[in-house]
């Protein structure tokens, strides 16, 4: 009957096929308008890239220019007033629920465009049917679920529609700026969120991403899955696809004792794979240790510790500054380990432009760790020195 579409199919298979449709909206989305267009982290094949630009054009009318450069500008203003989505200055409850309008709100900007949107597609498609009319493509797409669907398909397409809106406008501009864990302390709120990798395509590794915004692949831990990363795979394996660069992994050389130059911009390239070492190898036991020791009366202080004394301090409130004083005020070995920290975020800060004055800087910092009585400072400034950009320096 002509109230069950085309394909005449069962709940099931509705479900399923709602399920695919969406999923080749999320995969163009992370693979061609985040990692390609607004990164530049892979190159893609022009067959593959204009598919995508339909397929978004049918499903969320979302045009190429636009997107790159409101996420350009995010990148660029991220957690400031000109942000145009950071739940840090409008509201969590503000994001999550005009994620999709904030969008529509900053495409209207022309300086954005203008500054932000350099390198995107303005051909002859591009201005005479996807830009000129914009709301085409989901008035075919509506009518093409309703004729393969029938009634169900005022349903399906709904979902089609809501997908983007909810899931990467609402929740990974949300919540991945409040909640979830951190692997690094970059300078913004960004955070990772599980499980939703197959939903999200991998964009819910979003303090992964911030720390490494040109990389091609979001996951950095053994246990985390980036959805989109496996379809880049598989786009090179096809010959679609060509990665331009991911992550960098920081190299050691067991036995390297030496601190030279080569060893200064491997720390500098790898800095926030090494802060993430020096909060498990010197904060977390430090913190562990000064537990156990502090009196019943004081330990309340030490609430929180290991994650605030490994906190972006750009980050930290006016509270979280005064628990951390009074930690401080207990401790004078994590004074110690806390200053240390901030010294050497200060070297890359300060000397990344000049290597001779960074490997000073490092060598100066290594041994004040070296002649500061805590045994896991003094590990880890070891550990340092046997850093590498390549994997079989001595």
């Known amino acids: 009957m002509w109230y069950n579409g085309i394909l005449d199919l069962s709940v099931w298979q509705l479900i399923a096929v709602t399920l695919l449709m969406t999923h080749i909206t999320i995969v163009s989305v992370t693979v061609y308008l985040h990692r390609y267009s607004a990164h530049r982290a892979l190159e893609l094949h022009p067959a593959l890239k204009h598919f995508f630009r339909f397929w978004l054009w049918l499903t969320t009318a979302q045009n190429t220019r636009e997107w790159t450069a409101i996420h350009r500008k995010h990148h660029a203003k991220c957690e400031t007033v000109d942000d145009p989505h950071s739940p840090v200055i409008k509201g969590l409850g503000t994001v999550l629920r005009k994620g999709a309008e904030l969008y529509a709100e900053e495409a209207d900007n022309p300086e954005t465009l203008r500054i932000y949107g350099k390198n995107c597609p303005e051909d002859w498609i591009e201005r005479n049917l996807y830009s000129r009319f914009r709301l085409g493509g989901v008035a075919i797409m509506a009518v093409i679920d309703l004729a393969l669907f029938g009634a169900a398909g005022i349903t399906v397409w709904a979902v089609q529609m809501m997908w983007i809106p909810v899931w990467a406008a609402g929740v990974i501009n949300g919540l991945g700026h409040a909640v979830g864990y951190r692997n690094f302390e970059c300078r913004d709120a960004a955070t990772n969120l599980v499980p939703w990798g197959i939903l999200i395509g991998g964009e819910e590794l979003h303090n992964n991403h911030h720390t490494y ?12 899955f980036d959805m989109g990363w496996a379809w880049i795979k598989l786009f090179s394996f096809l010959g ?7 992550a960098p992994i920081a190299h050691r050389v067991e036995g390297k004792h030496n601190l030279d130059m080569d060893t200064a911009m491997a720390i500098l390239n790898n800095r926030f794979q090494i802060m993430a070492q020096y909060r498990k190898l010197v904060i977390a036991p430090l913190v562990k240790q000064e537990l156990a020791k502090a009196d019943a009366s004081v330990r309340d202080r030490f609430h929180r510790a290991k994650r605030l004394l490994s906190r972006e301090t750009s980050l930290l409130n006016e509270k979280h500054q005064l628990r951390i004083d009074a930690m401080l005020e207990q401790s004078q070995a994590l004074k110690v380990i806390y200053e240390k920290r901030l010294a050497l975020q200060l070297i890359w800060a300060k000397t990344s432009s000049n290597g001779h004055e960074m490997l000073e800087a490092i060598k100066q910092w290594v041994h004040e760790a070296e002649v500061s009585g805590i045994q896991s400072l003094r590990e880890f400034a070891a550990q340092l020195k046997t850093y590498s950009l390549r994997p079989n320096a001595i």
């Open 240 to 246: 679609l696809a060509k990665v331009q660069r991911v």
């Open 213 to 224: 915004p040109n990389s091609a692949k979001l996951s950095v831990r053994k246990w985390e």
